[in-house]
C-alpha cells in the first residue's frame, strides 16, 4: 500500500490493491474502520479500541464529516466493506459478488463458493454473506456518530420511569440477541407498554452496548436497569411461571397460549406474588425446542400462516400491548402537561357541536340562496333536495364554528368577498 496525496490534514489518500482508500492521517486506519469503531461503543471506547485513545476532537469531528458528507465522492476513494465500494465496481447482485471472488469460504470450509476474481473471503454462513455482501452505509453511521460527538446521546435527559414495582411486570427475557438495535428497539417496545424488567441471555455483541441505548430512543431506564445472564437457567431462576414465544409447532406436550391467554394467566399469577416471564428467542430461528422445554407454557401470536417470522422487537410489542390493554393504565396517546387524555369518539376540546337554532340558520341561508341562483329546476323536486340536503348536513355533526365557516362559504360564492360582495348586494 502506498501513500498518494493528502486531501486534508485529517485524511490520506491511498492506493490499495488497485482502490483509493481514505485514510486516517498518520495512522495507517481507513476511515470506515474508525466510524465502526466510534459506532459500535461509546467514543471514548471505540477511540481506545483502534488505538486513538489520543486523536483530538476536533480532528474526529472533521474526519467523521469527510465520511458523513460523502466527500470521498469527489477524491473517488472508497472504503474496504462500505456499501459505496460495491457500487463504483458496478456490482448488483450476490451472484456478480461471488464472481468478483477466488473463493469464498463458508463456515468451517465445507461449502466453498469459487468465482473468477483473485482476492479470498471468509463468511460463517450463507445467510450472514446474503445480508452483508453489498457492504455497509459507512457514511449514515458516520451522521450518527457525529451527532453523538457534537450533542451527546440522542434523548440522553429522557430518564423515564418504571409502572410498577419489582415483580409487578413479568419480565422480558431474550436468549442470546444477536443485534444490539434490536435490543434498543425491545426496550422502546417495552417502555411503551409498561414492561420494566429486560433481561438478556448471552447477547451477542456484549453488554451494556451503546448501540442499544440509542435504538431505545429514550427508554433509557429499561436499558440501564436491564441486566446480562450467562445461561437461560441464570436468567429465570427467580421466576415461578414462564411462557416462551414460538411461531412454529414443537413436540412438546404444553399449553398453547394467545397472547391474551398468556397475559391473563400472569395476571392471575402475579395477584398471588409469583414472578413471571416471558422468553423471547434469536432473530434468526427464534428458541429451540431443548429451551423451550423450561416454560410452563407456550405462547403463539396469531399471524398470516404463510408468513409467521416476526421481528423480535415486533413479537415484544404484541405482548406488550396485550399486557397494557387489560392494565387499567393505558392513554390514548402521550398526555404531557399541556395535553390531557382523550377517549375514543368525536373529541371536540374547546368547541361545541352547534344547536338546531345555529342549523336551521345555516338550512335557511343556503336554501334561500340556491333558490335566488335558480338551483332548484324543476321546482317540484325542491322538497325532495332540501330534505336530502338537511340529512347530509345533519349527518356532519356541525360545531358552532364550522357552520359559520359554512355560511361564510355560500355568502362568498354567492355575492363574492369584500368590495366584490358589496356592488352585488
Known amino acids: 500500500m502506498t501513500a498518494v496525496t493528502a486531501t486534508a490534514r485529517d485524511i490520506d489518500l491511498a492506493q ?43 480532528a474526529l469531528d472533521r474526519i467523521l464529516a469527510y465520511c458523513a458528507e460523502l466527500r470521498c465522492e469527489a477524491d473517488r476513494a472508497t ?13 448488483a447482485t450476490l451472484e456478480a459478488f461471488i464472481a468478483r471472488h477466488k473463493e469464498i469460504v463458508v463456515g468451517d470450509g465445507a461449502v466453498r463458493l469459487t468465482g473468477q476474481g483473485t482476492e479470498t473471503l471468509a463468511t460463517p454462513d450463507l445467510a450472514v454473506l446474503e445480508k452483508t455482501w453489498s457492504g455497509e452505509n459507512y457514511w449514515f453511521w458516520a451522521r ?25 411486570t413479568p419480565s422480558v427475557v431474550l436468549v442470546e ?5 434490536n435490543i434498543g428497539m425491545v ?38 436497569d436491564s ?28 399449553p398453547v397460549l394467545t397472547p391474551e ?69 393505558a392513554s390514548l396517546g402521550r398526555v404531557t402537561t399541556y395535553e390531557s387524555p382523550v377517549s375514543t369518539g368525536l373529541n371536540l376540546g374547546t368547541e361545541r357541536l352547534a344547536d338546531k337554532q345555529e342549523l336551521f340558520g345555516l338550512f335557511d341561508h343556503l336554501e334561500s340562496e340556491l333558490d335566488r341562483l335558480g338551483f332548484f329546476n324543476p321546482l317540484e323536486k325542491r ?14 355533526a356541525l360545531t358552532q364554528q364550522e357552520v359559520r365557516t359554512l355560511r361564510g362559504i355560500v355568502a362568498t360564492l354567492s355575492h363574492g368577498k369584500g368590495t366584490g360582495r358589496k356592488s352585488s348586494t
Not at 32 to 53: M, P, S
Request: hydrophobic share 45%; aromatic share 4%.
Open 261 to 329: 391467554d398468556a397475559v391473563a394467566a400472569i395476571r392471575q399469577r402475579i395477584s398471588l406474588g409469583q414472578r413471571c416471564g416471558i422468553l423471547f428467542g434469536r432473530e434468526r430461528n427464534g428458541l429451540e425446542t431443548g429451551e423451550l422445554a423450561n416454560a410452563d407454557a407456550l405462547v403463539m401470536i396469531p399471524v398470516n400462516s404463510r408468513f409467521a417470522s416476526l421481528n423480535l422487537a415486533q413479537a415484544v410489542l404484541l405482548l406488550g400491548y396485550a399486557w397494557m390493554r387489560e392494565s387499567g393504565n
Open 383 to 396: 322538497p325532495s333536495v332540501v330534505q336530502n340536503l338537511r340529512t347530509m348536513l345533519t349527518r356532519m
Open 16 to 58: 490499495e490493491q488497485g482502490e483509493r482508500v481514505p485514510m486516517v492521517a498518520g495512522r495507517a486506519m481507513p476511515v470506515a474502520r474508525l466510524v465502526h469503531a466510534c459506532h459500535e461503543k461509546i467514543i471514548d471506547e471505540g477511540l481506545a479500541a483502534v488505538g486513538a485513545a489520543d486523536m483530538d476532537r476536533a
Open 187 to 224: 426496550a422502546r417496545a417495552m417502555a411503551n407498554f409498561g414492561l420494566d424488567d429486560l433481561r438478556l441471555v448471552a447477547p451477542r455483541d456484549g453488554w451494556p452496548n451503546e448501540k442499544a441505548r440509542i435504538a431505545a430512543s429514550g427508554a433509557n431506564y429499561i436499558i440501564d
Open 144 to 168: 450518527r456518530v457525529l451527532r453523538k460527538l457534537r450533542h451527546g446521546i440522542r434523548r440522553a435527559h429522557i430518564q423515564g420511569e418504571a409502572l410498577g414495582g419489582p415483580g409487578e
Open 79 to 91: 472504503c474496504p466493506g462500505c456499501k459505496r465500494r460495491t457500487e463504483a465496481r458496478g456490482i
Open 227 to 254: 441486566a446480562a445472564y450467562p445461561t437461560l437457567e441464570a436468567s429465570i431462576g427467580d421466576l415461578t411461571y414462564v411462557i416462551a414465544t414460538t411461531a412454529r409447532q414443537r413436540p412438546l406436550k404444553k
Open 177 to 181: 440477541p444477536q443485534l444490539a438495535d
